[in-house]
């Protein structure tokens, strides 16, 4: 079975443009949550969806937004990239809320 | 304060020890811990789940939670150079998926 994958791999914009992410879960599993990873840092909670809602928001701006669809894949956009916003984007998928979580690859994001 | 403390290291051990990791957390109502490995431009693989205090065994692997300490440990035995990697503990307060994670411990384990 094909585990969490994320596209694209690598990613480079430049300040102020606007970015989209995929993550695809892994078959059934219905949970998907969104983290960022800062080079030297453990990843940091940005959201997470179960069954298409939003259960949880961590303490990033509002020009994060994540959304889920109807075949659990999930896309998060982040508006107005700064520098700082240059990290690893991990999505996580698990079969149901307070299971254990699974990781993708990440999304190697560079803001220049 | 960090919600959870782990020493980045790195930590050198030579192929064999034992490799001792651990992490602090300062909010009892984290209920739910794992240990995730990640190895250089990787996302993080899931090691151990635990959800009690005590250990728990899984091979090489063992994990160790001191609730009354707010203290977690994760010990590898007989290690090898494929161990080689940054090993993050992180935290639940109600399994829903929302982790909080260490800053991670940097581990090289020398042929």
């Known amino acids: 079975d094909a585990g969490v994958t994320q596209s694209p791999t690598h990613l480079i914009k430049t300040r102020g443009q606007h970015v989209t992410l995929r993550c695809s879960p892994i078959?059934?599993?219905?949970?998907v949550s969104w983290y960022q990873q800062v080079l030297g840092q453990g990843p940091q909670f940005i959201f997470q969806?179960?069954?298409?809602?939003?259960?949880g928001r961590g303490n990033f701006p509002d020009r994060f937004s994540a959304r889920q669809f109807p075949n659990y894949s999930s896309e998060l956009n982040v508006n107005a990239l700064l520098l700082g916003d240059s990290a690893l984007y991990l999505c996580?998928?698990?079969?149901?809320?307070?299971?254990?979580?699974?990781f993708g690859q990440g999304t190697r994001l560079t803001v220049v | 304060q960090k919600e959870v403390e782990q020493d980045p290291g790195p930590l050198s051990v030579p192929e064999g020890a034992i490799v001792s990791l651990n992490c602090t957390y300062s909010?009892?109502?984290?209920?739910?811990f794992m240990w995730y490995r990640q190895y250089s431009r990787k996302g993080p693989e899931l090691l151990m789940y635990t959800y009690s205090s005590g250990n728990k065994e899984d091979g090489r692997f063992t994990a160790q939670v001191d609730k009354s300490s707010k203290y977690i440990s994760l010990f590898i035995r007989d290690s090898q150079p494929s161990d080689s990697a940054t090993y993050l503990c992180a935290i639940d307060k109600a399994a829903g998926n929302k982790l909080t994670f260490g800053g991670g411990t940097r581990v090289l384990v020398k042929p």
């Open positions: 969806y179960y069954e298409k809602e939003e259960r």
């Open positions: 996580a998928s698990s079969l149901v809320e307070g299971r254990h979580a699974f």
């Open positions: 909010n009892s109502a984290f209920q739910y």
């Open positions: 078959s059934g599993h219905k949970s």
